[in-house]
């Protein structure tokens, strides 16, 4: 069993539309979770992260975390062209800041 | 403020050869990570150093890997021999601060391996 799992994708998304990503992870101890863009080609940057229980919104994301689930996602509002990348979800599993990856989402918006 | 740099961007080498990586962190960073992704699987960590000593190197494959970072700056990562199976890409990230912080990455090396 993968530690944390994310839907490979592709998924596509018509522009303007909310585009859903998942992670679950396997690690209840996991306290933070961040989830990275990566161009084909370039690095991971870091575009949200999560702590606490709910829902935390910047600009056109939000990020769910429900740790009971052990599931936390992000949703992208008003999908662009632009959004158009692989997201990967990042499970911090240690207090030394030792990250776990999913595979990574390929996202598609299509104009 | 420069990000984080990594050398070279790409390197084709023969098995049994020797291959030296480069990651050098955001100035001040305390901690860098090396990280790798084989082709297909997910990006898996790989050692952790807090300035120059090394924290956790579990995610090392074998003894084929040696990283050092002297001085606390700037790391390597050398492969010595490199064998087929050791091609990817090679991620090197760094943070101030630990646990809750965002990681930094560099555009990674594209290691391959003939």
């Known amino acids: 069993q993968k530690e944390v799992e994310q839907n490979s994708g592709p998924l596509s998304v018509p522009e303007g539309a909310i585009a859903s990503l998942n992670c679950t992870y396997s690690d209840r101890g996991s306290q933070s979770f961040f989830w990275y863009r990566q161009y084909s080609g370039k690095s991971p940057e870091l575009i949200m992260f999560?702590?606490?229980?709910g829902d935390k919104e910047d600009g056109r994301f939000t990020a769910q975390l429900n740790k009971a689930s052990q599931y936390v996602s992000l949703l992208i509002r008003d999908s662009q062209p632009s959004d158009s990348a692989t997201y990967l979800c990042?499970?911090?599993?240690?207090?030394?800041?030792?990250?776990?990856f999913g595979a990574g989402t390929q996202v598609v918006v299509t104009p | 403020e420069a990000g984080v740099t990594q050398f070279p961007s790409h390197s084709v080498i023969e098995k049994g050869q020797t291959v030296t990586l480069r990651c050098d962190p955001i100035?001040?960073?305390?901690?860098l990570y090396w990280y790798r992704r084989v082709m297909g699987k997910e990006i898996k960590f790989l050692l952790h150093?807090?300035?120059?000593?090394?924290?956790?190197e579990s995610g090392m494959p074998n003894n084929r890997f040696l990283a050092e970072r002297t001085g606390g700056t700037y790391s390597t990562l050398k492969v010595q021999p490199a064998e087929l199976e050791d091609s990817g890409v090679y991620f090197c990230?760094?943070?101030?601060?630990?646990?809750?912080?965002?990681?930094?990455f560099g555009p990674g090396t594209r290691l391959t391996v003939t």
């Open positions: 100035s001040g960073h305390d901690n």
């Open positions: 150093f807090v300035k120059e000593s090394k924290q956790d």
């Open positions: 990230a760094s943070s101030q601060g630990l646990a809750g912080v965002e990681q930094y």
């Open positions: 990042a499970v911090e599993t240690d207090s030394w800041g030792k990250f776990q």
């Open positions: 999560i702590y606490s229980n």
